[in-house]
């Protein structure tokens, strides 16, 4: 009995120092990884950067380029910016024209559908059926 228990207490100890190693195992690896996330996340934002660096001076050289080259060749810069213009004016027109077109569609619905609630109250009127004439007679408000 006395050995059971000693056996017993044995076993316990050793679960509690097994736990204990797992424990500084598992603290020492999130440790690890809280190192590689930080210098994950501080190599980002050096990239993020530089990214940056690099857009901003890509644009600002395609500025002068151009604008070196627009300074030897006015004659194309003034075509094509007539040609811009013309573009915007058939737009402005084409975008015109469609809601010119989207009123109309709209009225002749609105229209055709009073004519069709016309022939039904009439047709209600008259105990169902109609008659040609009544028929043609209605639609002539069309």
Known sequence: MKWRRTQNTVRALHSLGRAFIVRQHVNRMLGAINVLQAGARRFLTRIKLHKLKVKIARRCQGYFLGQREREKMPETVEYLDVKRKE??????????????????????????????????????????????????ATTKLI
């Open 87 to 136: 573009r915007f004016r058939a737009r402005a027109v084409k975008k015109a024209q469609n809601r010119w077109k989207g009123l109309m569609i709209r009225r002749r619905f609105k229209q055709l559908r009073e004519a069709a609630q016309t022939l039904q109250q009439v047709s209600e009127r008259s105990g169902g059926g109609l008659r040609k004439t009544s028929i043609r």
